[in-house]
């Protein structure tokens, strides 16, 4: 008999007294993977592993929003107390430990949780992750240099008007890079349920404003403040050869400090390749190398 699914979406309230949204999707016994979405997203964005791809291999899939995005307060600090919201979810449902995949920029928070939180963390999953390099504090244009310059009114406008133009037509966001997408990512991106998942989670996560967005900006090119040499679970990272978003090539700097890693490259695929075959992204979480 298939396990009993079930669907929640709820706000915790944390001890320090702030809000986090999360939800959970899956066999309600399944084994917990925690979703960490990119930029921008929310806790909605893992819906785009399907509900039949959680049964076939019993995975009980939970996500928050990271703060300012959706129903989470906003937070000012560095990642290292950001991932914390994920703990303080964790221990409210009961889940010692628990495999982690944070795709784009939830890869970079997901490895700061495992060197934060080892005795928690089971494997980290690594999906197209948008990581900071020695690169990114020197080099990078325009963007890089607004980011680095902290929070602007230059920045503050720029960003209300990215926000506008997303809550007016979400999918729109991705037309930049969906002509360099490979085959198989293209017919995956025509189908109707994953504009559908896409267009109602950037509608949630700009809901509240701005504030997760321009969280992301600044994060974006602060070096990790922990020592990613340090994680002693397995880490497993899936990205396209053709990534735009994050050059393969800064992903493996990042994994070659690592001493567990692997790395699986999708040839011809963009940003969007390991979401393709979600069941081999949900192995990746309890073992499988391939």
Request: hydrophobic share 40%; charged share 25%; glycine share 8%.
């Amino acid at each position: 008999m298939r396990p009993e699914a079930t669907t929640t979406d709820e706000i915790l309230a944390t001890a320090g007294g702030r809000l986090v949204g999360w939800c959970a999707r899956g066999p309600s016994e399944g084994a917990p993977v925690l979703w960490i979405h990119g930029w921008p997203g929310c806790r909605l964005e893992q819906r785009i592993v399907p509900d039949d791809a959680l049964h076939r291999l019993d995975v009980r899939m939970v996500s928050i929003d990271r703060p300012g995005w959706g129903n989470t307060d906003p937070l000012h600090a560095p990642r290292s107390q950001k991932v914390l919201d994920v703990v303080a979810v964790c221990d409210a449902l009961g889940v010692e430990r628990f495999s982690l995949s944070g795709f784009s920029a939830g890869g970079s928070h997901a490895l700061t949780l495992a060197a934060v939180a080892p005795d928690r963390i089971e494997r980290v999953v690594l999906a197209s992750a948008l990581v900071p390099d020695d690169d990114t504090a020197s080099g990078g244009g325009d963007a890089l240099a607004m980011f680095r310059a902290g929070r602007t009114p230059a920045l503050e406008g720029w960003r209300r008007e990215r926000r506008r133009m997303i809550l007016g037509d979400p999918v729109a966001t991705f037309a930049t890079i969906v002509p360099s997408f490979g085959d198989r990512e293209r017919i995956w991106y025509a189908q109707p349920w994953v504009r559908e998942v896409y267009e109602t989670t950037l509608r949630e996560a700009f809901r509240p404003g701005i504030e997760g967005d321009i969280e992301d900006c600044l994060t974006r090119v602060e070096p990790f403040d922990v020592d990613v040499s340090a994680i002693a679970c397995p880490v497993r990272a899936i990205h396209g050869a053709a990534d735009t978003a994050t050059p393969l090539a800064t992903v493996e700097r990042v994994l070659a400090h690592i001493r567990d890693a692997d790395l699986i490259v999708l040839d011809g695929m963009e940003h969007f390749g390991p979401l393709v075959d979600p069941d081999r992204l949900l192995s990746l979480a309890f073992g499988s190398s391939t």
